[in-house]
């Protein structure tokens, strides 16, 4: 063994090494507690002036990671957030965990892993290892990462280690973590591999090594188009369901009684979040480069994103059935998270669904106890950064809309009042199911309209529905 692989190992193994997180969002902050919570030193970096003072003062901008983890961890000694690119030559190990957005032509966004190579590159240091852990295509640690190490003078596998690691992070989920839930690593070499799994291993209860970086790149990819692919075949059974006048809810729970071969997953207003709707298609763009359409992920991306207009038109037809046009209609969209019990509102249908229906005129306000107020220029394809501000779900408001669409199934809102106190309901995540019959009619995602008229959602039987997305 060499010998600087053998002093990484070790300072691994007691602790002594210094762990550095580059990028410090949803994926980055909770790995750094978990490294600090193991006994590791911690310097999180980050471009961000302002996440990194309000870590500095003991804050936490992630609703997975407890202001009091961060306050414990800086009183320790263990963590320091800084924008001092210069804090990482001082890392041993360090896992980047920056954006991989697409561009406006959806390939692609590779500025923020490019910058914060460089970074790490500037800093590099014989004996250290740096694992990639954003959602990629296969091949961007080869390509991007190990040039830009070498061009430094280190030898990736000897002098340096360099492997990826996919993040599988599920915010809001109250059973799986950054610490129980798996962690699959890919090396450039068998000791980089080597390396990174005894890093992982000391806070991540269950480390799988594979065999390639290009492996670990593509286990996160098959993940993510898995779930967009079903979730695209459950979104089109839904369409299916509407036109053939079938509650599409109680199909689902009976068919999940099967106890093998079928695992389920549940229609909506369409995908949202930082992952589902974009990984994806960095698998799509890498085999355009090698020639080859992939004909899954576009046909799940395109019934996907076709969802909201879905949505939208059921609004406009539940509307007429009441006299009514969308144009000048008040409407109160319930849920603007891309999932539930969550505060992350990146590529969230609800932004389309409001939008859409503002573009036909409607008056729509929100309500979202995760976002009491947002700005429609904060997100991707933001418009005029309007704030908006959320209303109460008081009887009143409900009484004065024409219409309330449920597009994000908060565990904490109360469905029964919405069913009393509105008209016009649409509930696109079959939220309504536990209520009893109110004054509202309540119209299904996708139910024939006329079976559903005057019922609450069909009666699918009475369990809810996961989040999608
Ligand atoms: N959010 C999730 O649920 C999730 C789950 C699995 C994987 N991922 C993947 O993890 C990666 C990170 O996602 P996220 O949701 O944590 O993003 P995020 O936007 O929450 O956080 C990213 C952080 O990186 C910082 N940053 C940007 N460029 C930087 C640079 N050059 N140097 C240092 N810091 C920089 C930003 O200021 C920001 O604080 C993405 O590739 C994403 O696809 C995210």
């Given at each position: 063994m060499s010998a600087v692989k053998a002093q990484l190992l070790s300072r691994i193994q007691d602790r002594s090494a210094t762990v550095g997180i580059v990028g410090l969002g949803y994926v980055g902050l909770p790995l750094a507690m978990e490294f600090a919570k193991a006994g590791f030193h911690v310097i999180g970096y980050d471009v961000s002036d302002r996440v990194c003072k309000l870590l500095m003062r003991g804050e936490s901008h992630i609703?997975?990671?407890?202001?009091?983890?961060?306050?414990?961890?800086?009183?320790?000694?263990?963590?320091?957030?800084?924008?001092?690119?210069?804090?990482?030559?001082?890392?041993?190990?360090?896992?980047?965990?920056?954006?991989?957005?697409?561009?406006?032509?959806?390939?692609?966004?590779?500025?923020?892993?490019?910058?914060?190579?460089?970074?790490?590159?500037?800093?590099?240091?014989?004996?250290?290892?740096?694992?990639?852990?954003?959602t990629t295509y296969p091949g961007t640690t080869r390509e991007v990462m190990q040039p830009k190490l070498e061009e430094r003078g280190l030898?990736?596998?000897q002098d340096v280690f360099l492997a990826f690691s996919p993040e599988r992070v599920d915010p809001g989920n109250p059973k799986y973590?950054?610490?129980?839930?798996?962690?699959?690593?890919?090396?450039?070499?068998?000791?980089?591999?080597?390396?990174a799994v005894a890093l992982y291993s000391s806070c991540i209860d269950t480390v799988v090594p594979v065999s390639t970086t290009e492996a670990a790149e593509l286990v996160k990819l098959l993940e993510n188009t898995f779930r967009s692919v079903n979730i695209g075949l459950v979104n089109e059974m839904a369409i299916v369901c509407e036109k053939l006048g079938v509650n599409v809810w109680e199909v689902i729970e009976a068919a999940a009684t099967k106890p093998f071969g079928f695992m389920k997953f549940t229609p909506g207003p369409g995908i949202g979040g930082h992952c589902i709707p974009l990984d994806p298609?960095?698998?799509?763009?890498?085999?355009?480069?090698?020639?080859?359409?992939?004909?899954?992920?576009?046909?799940?991306?395109?019934?996907?994103?076709?969802?909201?207009?879905?949505v939208v038109e059921k609004v406009a037809i539940a509307l007429n059935d009441d006299r009514k046009a969308v144009n000048g209609s008040r409407v109160i969209v319930v849920g603007v998270a891309y999932k539930k019990d969550i505060d992350d509102i990146r590529e969230s249908p609800a932004l389309d669904v409001i939008r859409l229906l503002e573009e036909r005129g409607a008056d729509v306000v929100?309500?979202?106890?995760?976002?009491?107020?947002?700005?429609?220029?904060?997100?991707?394809?933001?418009?005029?950064?309007?704030?908006?501000?959320?209303?109460d779900l008081s009887a009143a408001e409900l009484g004065?809309?024409?219409?309330?669409?449920?597009?994000?199934?908060?565990?904490?809102?109360?469905?029964?009042?919405?069913?009393?106190?509105?008209?016009?309901?649409?509930?696109?995540?079959?939220?309504?199911?536990?209520?009893?019959?109110?004054?509202?009619?309540?119209?299904?995602?996708?139910?024939?309209?006329?079976?559903?008229?005057?019922?609450?959602?069909?009666?699918?039987?009475?369990?809810?529905?996961?989040?999608?997305?």
């Amino acid at each position: 063994m060499s010998a600087v692989k053998a002093q990484l190992l070790s300072r691994i193994q007691d602790r002594s090494a210094t762990v550095g997180i580059v990028g410090l969002g949803y994926v980055g902050l909770p790995l750094a507690m978990e490294f600090a919570k193991a006994g590791f030193h911690v310097i999180g970096y980050d471009v961000s002036d302002r996440v990194c003072k309000l870590l500095m003062r003991g804050e936490s901008h992630i609703q997975d990671v407890p202001a009091a983890d961060v306050g414990a961890m800086l009183k320790a000694g263990r963590f320091e957030a800084t924008t001092d690119e210069s804090a990482l030559g001082r890392c041993d190990a360090i896992s980047i965990a920056v954006p991989t957005p697409l561009s406006k032509t959806r390939d692609p966004d590779m500025r923020f892993v490019q910058s914060a190579t460089e970074a790490i590159a500037r800093n590099a240091h014989p004996g250290m290892l740096a694992v990639l852990e954003s959602t990629t295509y296969p091949g961007t640690t080869r390509e991007v990462m190990q040039p830009k190490l070498e061009e430094r003078g280190l030898t990736v596998g000897q002098d340096v280690f360099l492997a990826f690691s996919p993040e599988r992070v599920d915010p809001g989920n109250p059973k799986y973590h950054t610490k129980n839930t798996p962690k699959v690593v890919g090396g450039i070499t068998a000791a980089c591999t080597e390396v990174a799994v005894a890093l992982y291993s000391s806070c991540i209860d269950t480390v799988v090594p594979v065999s390639t970086t290009e492996a670990a790149e593509l286990v996160k990819l098959l993940e993510n188009t898995f779930r967009s692919v079903n979730i695209g075949l459950v979104n089109e059974m839904a369409i299916v369901c509407e036109k053939l006048g079938v509650n599409v809810w109680e199909v689902i729970e009976a068919a999940a009684t099967k106890p093998f071969g079928f695992m389920k997953f549940t229609p909506g207003p369409g995908i949202g979040g930082h992952c589902i709707p974009l990984d994806p298609h960095y698998l799509a763009w890498k085999m355009r480069t090698l020639n080859y359409k992939t004909r899954f992920i576009d046909l799940a991306s395109e019934i996907n994103s076709e969802m909201p207009a879905f949505v939208v038109e059921k609004v406009a037809i539940a509307l007429n059935d009441d006299r009514k046009a969308v144009n000048g209609s008040r409407v109160i969209v319930v849920g603007v998270a891309y999932k539930k019990d969550i505060d992350d509102i990146r590529e969230s249908p609800a932004l389309d669904v409001i939008r859409l229906l503002e573009e036909r005129g409607a008056d729509v306000v929100h309500h979202d106890p995760f976002i009491p107020r947002f700005n429609d220029g904060d997100h991707e394809g933001g418009g005029d950064h309007r704030e908006r501000i959320g209303v109460d779900l008081s009887a009143a408001e409900l009484g004065k809309a024409d219409a309330v669409v449920i597009v994000t199934d908060h565990s904490q809102i109360d469905y029964q009042q919405i069913v009393d106190d509105a008209v016009l309901v649409i509930d696109t995540r079959n939220a309504t199911a536990r209520a009893s019959r109110g004054r509202a009619r309540v119209v299904s995602l996708a139910a024939n309209r006329k079976l559903a008229a005057g019922a609450v959602s069909g009666g699918a039987s009475a369990r809810k529905p996961t989040a999608v997305g």
